[in-house]
């Protein structure tokens, strides 16, 4: 079945510091792939979403690029900030409208100043 | 425009009393769905509601069970709790049941089982 993948941290970095989030995918077709983010005693928001292959969604300083040909959707922001602190969740949609939303494990980070 | 509302917000119950929490989605939102969060398992899909109807459910025993109104707010129920079921629980609604459309979550309900 489909299954979202990424790295589960904890991650630490220091203020300014470059952020990599890997995710990888494994689907059937061609999903849609989300971020979603998730602050201390909130629930999850959308941090950034792609719906086909090449697209890059951004948002915030954050991006992420559809890539078919790896499975992927890597996020990336060149200089975070102590308020970036928070669980991002990578998320796929499956082709179909009537399956489950699939949500990777989530990645706790944590950013110093 | 309101977001996705949940209450109770916190909740403590007693192993084998049953539990109903609320939901009501962003409006014009049809699509309500649910999920547990806890540290060791993540996030679990239990199930989605759209236009009154389950359209999909997740891998989780009996006792839990929803249903969503003609007004699309939804409720899930949880009977005969275990310890094993306190977990943040999560309502997130959609705008349409596709492959584009991302979800909105409420802060959750925070449930307790002692």
């Known amino acids: 079945g489909d299954s979202v993948t990424q790295m589960e941290g904890p991650v630490t970095l220091s203020e300014e510091a470059f952020l990599t989030i890997n995710c990888t995918y494994t689907a059937t077709g061609y999903p849609s792939l989300f971020w979603y983010v998730q602050y201390p005693g909130e629930g999850l928001q959308l941090l950034l979403k792609a719906t086909k292959a090449d697209d890059k969604g951004s948002n915030k300083g954050f991006e992420a690029t559809y890539r078919k040909e790896t499975t992927s959707f890597h996020l990336e922001k060149g200089s975070v900030q102590v308020s970036d602190s928070a669980v991002y969740f990578c998320?796929?949609?499956?082709?179909?409208?009537?399956?489950?939303?699939?949500f990777g494990p989530g990645t706790s980070l944590s950013v110093i100043p | 425009k309101a977001g996705v509302t949940q209450t109770p917000r916190y909740l403590i119950k007693t192993r084998g009393q049953q539990v109903t929490l609320s939901c009501s989605p962003i409006?014009?939102?049809?699509?309500v769905s649910w999920y547990q969060q806890t540290p060791g398992q993540g996030l679990q899909f239990l199930f989605e509601y759209f236009s009154e109807t389950q359209r999909n459910k997740g891998n989780f025993p009996g006792r839990f069970s929803g249903r969503q109104f003609s007004n699309s707010r939804s409720e899930m129920n949880v009977s005969t709790l275990e310890l094993g079921d306190s977990a943040l629980y999560l309502c997130?609604?959609?705008?349409?049941?596709?492959?584009?459309?991302?979800?909105?979550f409420g802060n959750g309900t925070r449930l307790t089982v002692t």
């Open positions: 997130a609604s959609s705008l349409a049941r596709d492959r584009i459309s991302p979800l909105h």
């Open positions: 409006s014009g939102h049809r699509s």
């Open positions: 998320a796929l949609s499956p082709k179909t409208s009537y399956d489950k939303v699939i």
